[in-house]
C-alpha cells in the first residue's frame, strides 16, 4: 500500500475550529505523517449563509504547510477543500456551481446538523446530482436519519458517497451502535474512513488505530480500500 489517505481533516489553522497556530498544524502534520498518510485533505469547515470563508487565509497557511512538509521531508501530498455545512444558503451555491470540491475532483464533503431530515439530505442530493457534484457524506454515524434502511436507499438511488471517522471505529461501545456500524461496514456502503481530526488532544489523528482495526475485523484488502481513497489517484 502506498500510503493512507485523509479526506478528511482540520490542519489549516487560523481558519476554523481545528488547528489554532502554525504550531499545532504541524504537529498534526508530523502526526500524519508519523502514522503513514501519504495524501492529506484540508477541510477547513465553510458555512454558506452564516460567515464567509476566508479563502486567503486558507490559501496562504495551506501553503505554508507544504513548505513545512517539504522541509521535513515528508512524501505527502497536501490537498485542498472544505467541509461544507449543509445551510440554505448553500442551495444557491450548488446552482451557481460555487461549491468547495476536494482538490480538482467534483467531490464536495458535506456535513450536516445531527437532527437533518432525510427528506432534505434528498433534495441536496438531487442539486448536486443536476449541477455534476458528487457528494461525500461526512461522518455518517452522526446523523439520526442515518439508520434502517434508508443510507441503503441513499445508495442505491444516488451517486454519493459515505465517510465515517476513525475514531468511531476505534472507539464505538454500545451493543446498538457497535451492531449498526458493522452492518454498514460489512454491506460495503462506507467509502472511506477519515480522521476528521482537529488538534493533538481532543479530537487527534488515529488513522493508523483505525486501519488496524479494520484490518484485524474485516481483512487486509478492505483495510486498505477505505483508508488509501484509490478513487483519488484513479480518477
Aim: glycine fraction near 6%; include cysteine; charged fraction near 25%.
Amino acid at each position: 500500500m502506498a500510503g493512507f489517505t485523509d479526506i478528511h481533516t482540520h490542519f489549516v489553522y487560523g481558519v476554523d475550529d481545528g488547528a489554532r497556530t502554525a504550531q499545532d498544524m504541524r504537529a498534526m502534520l508530523d502526526e500524519a505523517h508519523a502514522q503513514g498518510v501519504a495524501a492529506i485533505f484540508g477541510t477547513s469547515h465553510a458555512e454558506p449563509g452564516m460567515k464567509p470563508f476566508d479563502y486567503e487565509t486558507y490559501q496562504a497557511h495551506l501553503e505554508e504547510a507544504r513548505q513545512y512538509c517539504d522541509e521535513m521531508g515528508y512524501d505527502m501530498t497536501l490537498c485542498s477543500g472544505a467541509e461544507l455545512l449543509y445551510t440554505p444558503a448553500m442551495d444557491a451555491w450548488i446552482q451557481e456551481r460555487k461549491l468547495i470540491t476536494l482538490g480538482d475532483t467534483n467531490l464536495v464533503l458535506v456535513e450536516f446538523v445531527p437532527d437533518v431530515e432525510g427528506r432534505e439530505m434528498e433534495l441536496m442530493l438531487d442539486m448536486m446530482a443536476d449541477r455534476g457534484y458528487r457528494p461525500i457524506l461526512a461522518h455518517i454515524e452522526r446523523y439520526e436519519c442515518m439508520k434502517g434502511a434508508f443510507p441503503f436507499r441513499l445508495k442505491e438511488q444516488y451517486d454519493v458517497q459515505f465517510q465515517v471517522n476513525c475514531r468511531t471505529v476505534v472507539e464505538t461501545t454500545g451493543f446498538f451502535r457497535r451492531r449498526k456500524l458493522n452492518q454498514w461496514l460489512k454491506s460495503g456502503i462506507i467509502d472511506y474512513v477519515a480522521t476528521d481530526m482537529h488538534n493533538m488532544t481532543s479530537r487527534p489523528p488515529m488513522m493508523r488505530k483505525a486501519y488496524e482495526e479494520l484490518r484485524k475485523q474485516y481483512g487486509r484488502a478492505y483495510a486498505e480500500s477505505l483508508t488509501n481513497a484509490s478513487a483519488f489517484y484513479n480518477g
